[in-house]
């Protein structure tokens, strides 16, 4: 109603209510991503098979419905894995596991943040995590900056937690072929 009086041409999250923003600007006919194209972003599984179809790269994954998949998988991906739920953000309920872990206290732990999503269970990557920003406008592609980013899942007097960014740098520190190809892949 008041998208007119207010002069409002669009609008913009920096917390995760991606579809809801979404749903909002399409009501108001303000430009945003469809819906259903957030959605299949946000969950996991989905958004990993369209990378797959689309032949770009991902950590081999695997569903998890029980103990004894987790257990296999765990195998599967030589003793070190990352296990998450495919509806949650920021890292939440996401657990590093290893042939040492306990797996039914981690498979509890994640289940507590489960909503509406499943489990999986990710080879466990090395690396640095470098954070892109961009945006397409008129079939073009856009840089918006990059950062390199650390994290903990152990803080002192708190003990095992989520993931906690520890260091977050931008620009990135990272070479400029290495942010050049990721943003490649980005694009």
Known sequence: REKEKLNIKGIFTLIHAAYEVSVIAKTCNLPTLEPHIILVSDEKILHKKILEKNGLPIAKYKEIKSIN???AGLK??????????TDSYGGKGTQKIDKDTNLIEKWNDVLQVLSSGTI???????????????FMYNGRFYRGGESSVSFTDYL???GQI???ETFHISPSIQSKSI???????FE
């Open 179 to 185: 942010i050049d190809e990721a943003y490649e892949l």
């Open 120 to 134: 999986i269970l990710e080879e466990k990557l090395d690396g640095e995590f470098i954070d892109l920003q961009g």
């Open 69 to 71: 998949d987790l257990e």
């Open 162 to 164: 989520n993931p906690i």
């Open 76 to 85: 599967q991906f030589h003793n070190s894995a990352i296990l998450k739920t």
């Open 156 to 158: 002192e007097g708190i």
